[in-house]
């Protein structure tokens, strides 16, 4: 039997909008009307200092009731940032852990990566989130180490493999055609007038991505440019409906 699956990549931007303001429940609000199975979160923080000591992606998954695994691409004490991801379905953690980064002057912040195995129905999706850096080199760097053994090259993430994230690459970077020589850009696969998802008040950047496994249809791709979108963040969310086979 086929599965409908939505999936959403969303960079929270630490869950300050464009106008300034703190709040989580933005977040979680722009997620909740639109219902998605899967939900790939960058930019969060936990224990932090500035936006309060809360543990961000723990607020945003308790108003979703969803499951969640977070992982601290930076931590610095009790202090932690990085990304999620949510489901309505059971979750197992496969990895977690530090990518690669360079000597360049944009190289200035660890960045990381977490894999999941999602128990979707009757089949077993493997999704990757991830958030590459500011730097050309260092996003080549990672670009590489993602498709290595530990991650995309694994022999437990060949089939129904969903991964996304804010790769702060365009779709003619070298970045984009590494992804694509073992992927699809799910966007690319339909018709879509929009794509671009930074910054959020006026697009003009494709910056966050849903790439797939050959084995999984892509039936729609698009940027959530509600309102509310464009205020909670400064990246729009990008959904994608899937069917598994």
């Avoid at 309505?88 to 852990?97: D, S």
């Avoid at 991830?130 to 996003?139: A, N, Q």
């Avoid at 959530?224 to 909670?232: E, F, I, S």
Wanted: hydrophobic fraction near 45%; proline fraction near 5%; include cysteine.
């Amino acid at each position: 039997m086929n599965q409908r699956l939505r999936v959403m990549t969303y960079n929270a931007h630490s869950c300050v909008g464009t106008d300034g303001v703190l709040d989580h429940e933005r977040i979680a609000a722009v997620i909740a009307e639109h219902d998605p199975d899967i939900v790939a979160l960058q930019e969060l923080d936990q224990a932090r200092l500035r936006s309060g000591r809360i543990d961000q992606a723990a607020q945003i998954a308790e108003h979703l009731k969803m499951r969640f695994h977070f992982h601290p691409a930076l931590r610095v004490q009790e202090e932690m940032y990085g990304d999620a991801i949510l489901s309505k379905w059971p979750l197992e953690v496969r990895h977690a852990g530090k990518l690669p980064t360079v000597d360049a002057w944009l190289a200035f912040e660890p960045r990381g990566a977490l894999w999941v195995t999602a128990q979707c129905g009757e089949h077993q999706v493997q999704v990757i989130n991830t958030h590459l850096g500011l730097s050309g080199r260092e996003r080549e760097a990672q670009a590489q180490a993602l498709l290595g053994v530990d991650w995309l090259g694994h022999a437990a993430c060949q089939q129904r493999v969903v991964f996304c994230g804010d790769l702060n690459a365009l779709p003619c970077s070298a970045v984009h055609r590494a992804f694509r020589r073992v992927l699809r850009d799910a966007a690319r696969h339909v018709k879509a007038s929009r794509r671009a998802s930074f910054p959020s008040r006026f697009p003009l950047l494709r910056l966050d991505y849903i790439f797939v496994s050959p084995d999984i249809n892509v039936l729609s791709v698009h940027p959530v440019r509600t309102p509310l979108a464009r205020l909670a963040s400064d990246h729009l969310p990008v959904i994608a409906d899937l069917e598994l086979n």
